[in-house]
């Protein structure tokens, strides 16, 4: 139910309808066929470029050809062939010859017409805008309406920028999910936290993940770390088809290359923020470095993996905020740590830090919780339900 692809094929199919009752003024059905497909082809162009980043020509320029070839050169052929066949006679090479003509025209356009990246930032309500303005000029109204039309279809020339995040430097967006989501995002680069039980819920990765990355503009995965499995593996086939992922990182198995959660393989997300893969074979923990803030992301690991991750790397992180999706020691927490992120779907128990100085924030009482930090070093906290 939730993929783009469905969805695509669904707003082509009700297009196609309207428009052939739309066009029924037209006597050529050729002619009617080849408007549909062009028509078609433009109103999918927007939605193509708001999900995938760039459009596609080959639909227009194949179906120019293809469709009178089939229908009046390859079908007919066909029919000819098969009744001569019954009397002993083959001439099958005839439409195969032309098929493959087809064919060698159809890759030649995948080979110099293909996928075209779009050059700005592309928002949904830019989405909706052209959207109207495509009906406007292509159903019959008054030339008046078709020009506003027309007027709304050029916001797809426009050269603009994601303004969520013009004066965001650097953010971490905590969702609000029974299983542990954690976004981080930097000019462009990000880090996907998430536990391999959400990689199995279409419904949370379409409808919350899948939803919030729309929203914010992203529209590629850096790094995807892979933690919490009940049966040590996942399969990311379907977040894949809500945004493309670059690199996974994980101590689980799966299918698809990946990179072991192991300090050696600790990496700058850029030069301003370092990421430290805190791992005991098992748990992946990871510390993000930037400027004067540390964040420490916790799995959800047992206390025996906890306290291997303690012993191996306390020397050498000193959080200011931990993210957590349980109860941890108290020990991880050091002078300087401010805030706890407790990210569960059951309130937490207000004794568990009483004797610390942290200041505690649940999702379970506050919703999705997005921490900012900005240029000038400002930390701000954000909750869906509450403000701070």
Same mark, same amino acid.
């Given at each position: 139910?939730?993929?783009?692809?469905?969805?695509?094929?669904?707003?082509?199919?009700?297009?196609?309808?309207?428009?052939?009752?739309?066009?029924?003024?037209?006597?050529?059905?050729?002619?009617?066929?080849?408007?549909?497909?062009?028509?078609?082809?433009?109103?999918?162009?927007?939605?193509?470029?708001?999900?995938?980043?760039?459009? &596609?020509?080959? #639909?227009?320029?194949?179906? =120019?050809?293809? /469709?009178?070839?089939?229908?009046? @050169? *390859?079908? !007919?052929?066909?029919?000819?062939?098969?009744?001569?066949?019954?009397?002993?006679?083959?001439?099958?090479?005839?439409?195969?010859?032309?098929?493959?003509?087809?064919?060698?025209?159809?890759?030649?356009?995948?080979?110099?017409?293909?996928?075209?990246?779009?050059? &700005?930032?592309? #928002?949904?309500?830019?989405? =909706?805008?052209? /959207?109207?303005?495509?009906?406007? @000029? *292509?159903? !019959?109204?008054?030339?008046?309406?078709?020009?506003?039309?027309?007027?709304?279809?050029?916001?797809?020339?426009?050269?603009?920028?994601?303004?969520?995040?013009?004066?965001?430097?650097?953010?971490?967006?905590?969702?609000?999910?029974?299983?542990?989501?954690?976004?981080?995002?930097?000019?462009?680069?990000?880090?996907?936290?998430?536990?391999?039980?959400?990689?199995?819920?279409?419904?949370?990765?379409?409808?919350?993940?899948?939803?919030?990355?729309?929203?914010?503009?992203?529209?590629?995965?850096?790094?995807?770390?892979?933690?919490?499995?009940?049966?040590?593996?996942?399969?990311?086939?379907?977040?894949?088809?809500?945004?493309?992922?670059?690199?996974?990182?994980?101590?689980?198995?799966?299918?698809?290359?990946?990179?072991?959660?192991?300090?050696?393989?600790?990496?700058?997300?850029?030069?301003?923020?370092?990421?430290?893969?805190?791992?005991?074979?098992?748990?992946?923990?990871?510390?993000?470095?930037?400027?004067?803030?540390?964040?420490?992301?916790?799995?959800?690991?047992?206390?025996?993996?906890?306290?291997?991750?303690?012993?191996?790397?306390?020397?050498?992180?000193?959080?200011?905020?931990?993210?957590?999706?349980?109860?941890?020691?108290?020990?991880?927490?050091?002078?300087?740590?401010?805030?706890?992120?407790?990210?569960?779907?059951?309130?937490?128990?207000?004794?568990?830090?009483?004797?610390?100085?942290?200041?505690?924030?649940?999702?379970?009482?506050?919703?999705?919780?997005?921490?900012?930090?900005?240029?000038?070093?400002?930390?701000?906290?954000?909750?869906?339900?509450?403000?701070?």
């Amino acid at each position: 139910m939730y993929s783009v692809s469905l969805w695509l094929s669904f707003s082509a199919v009700m297009l196609l309808v309207i428009i052939s009752i739309v066009l029924q003024q037209y006597k050529s059905k050729l002619v009617k066929t080849l408007l549909a497909q062009i028509y078609l082809a433009i109103f999918l162009v927007p939605i193509s470029v708001y999900y995938f980043g760039g459009f &596609s020509v080959i #639909s227009i320029l194949a179906n =120019i050809v293809a /469709i009178p070839l089939v229908s009046f @050169v *390859i079908v !007919p052929l066909l029919l000819v062939c098969l009744l001569l066949s019954y009397v002993g006679l083959s001439f099958w090479i005839i439409p195969s010859l032309v098929i493959k003509l087809l064919i060698a025209y159809l890759s030649f356009l995948t080979s110099y017409a293909g996928f075209i990246e779009y050059w &700005s930032y592309f #928002s949904f309500f830019s989405l =909706i805008i052209i /959207i109207f303005g495509i009906i406007l @000029v *292509i159903f !019959p109204f008054s030339n008046s309406v078709r020009l506003l039309g027309l007027a709304l279809c050029l916001v797809f020339l426009q050269s603009s920028e994601n303004t969520s995040q013009k004066n965001q430097y650097f953010r971490v967006h905590i969702f609000d999910t029974k299983n542990q989501i954690v976004l981080v995002e930097e000019n462009g680069q990000n880090i996907l936290y998430i536990s391999s039980k959400n990689l199995a819920n279409d419904y949370v990765l379409s409808n919350t993940l899948g939803s919030y990355l729309s929203l914010v503009g992203v529209k590629q995965i850096s790094y995807m770390i892979v933690v919490d499995a009940d049966d040590d593996s996942f399969n990311s086939d379907f977040i894949r088809q809500i945004v493309p992922i670059k690199i996974i990182i994980t101590n689980l198995k799966t299918e698809k290359p990946f990179q072991k959660c192991s300090y050696k393989n600790s990496f700058n997300l850029s030069q301003n923020t370092k990421v430290k893969l805190l791992s005991n074979g098992t748990s992946c923990f990871i510390s993000i470095k930037y400027k004067n803030e540390e964040f420490l992301l916790i799995d959800n690991s047992n206390a025996k993996d906890q306290q291997q991750i303690y012993i191996l790397y306390n020397r050498i992180i000193n959080p200011s905020i931990v993210i957590s999706p349980l109860v941890i020691d108290t020990k991880f927490f050091k002078p300087s740590s401010e805030y706890l992120i407790y990210t569960s779907d059951q309130l937490l128990n207000p004794q568990a830090y009483k004797n610390t100085n942290i200041r505690v924030f649940d999702t379970y009482a506050n919703g999705a919780i997005t921490i900012t930090v900005y240029n000038d070093g400002t930390l701000k906290i954000r909750s869906l339900f509450k403000k701070y």
